[in-house]
């Protein structure tokens, strides 16, 4: 190979090998930072537009009725799980499969809370395989550096709850005009019923679908008991 070619060779070499380091390191780096320091904002929150309605609290100031709410109506293995719960994801792409064209584009993912962490905080919305492949590369350094409890109380402080509003906070004083902390066990459970497509359901005005998945939430998070031990 002539020297010029070869040095032409080696610096987009270096150029490409740095740019794998930083896309490596760079989410470690903010998954790191965030471990004890609340996001600032979310990528959905720029991409959305319009007022953001964001207000962190600690998880002592979230109601346990609505921590146990989320995990049931989102992920019942989430204290057992390493991040991928892999029936879910089974489940998941057997419904993906049996689904007709117009169904598959509402169908539901297998993903875990620690994924939609993953996601809500460090990447855009859509479901791309290269998203996908990102979410799952973070959702392996959430779960090896933060506690399960902080994975929870980050999903419950930035999850969209309606138009431009995300977090626990701004959603119990937007719905039911309360704190986080003095929701009830049913005001929890609607708020946990609405999460998959919270502009397009009210956890304030439930229609008589979201009022039934809320009782069954309510039901299913009553008895988590021991599995909820870990937060």
Known sequence: MPPGLWRKSLKIGSVLFGALIFVLLAPAALVALYRTTPPPQTPLMWLRGGPVHYQWVPFNKISPYLARSAVAAEDEAFCTHGGFDRAAIERAWESYMDASDDEKATLRGGSTISQQTAKNVFLWPGRTWVRKALEAGITVYLEALWTKKRILEVYLNVVEWGPGIYGAEAAARYHFHKSAAALDAHEAALLASVLPSPLKWSASKPGPYVQGRAEA?????????????CF
């Open 217 to 229: 939430i309510a039901g299913r998070a009553a008895k988590l008991g021991a599995y909820a031990n």
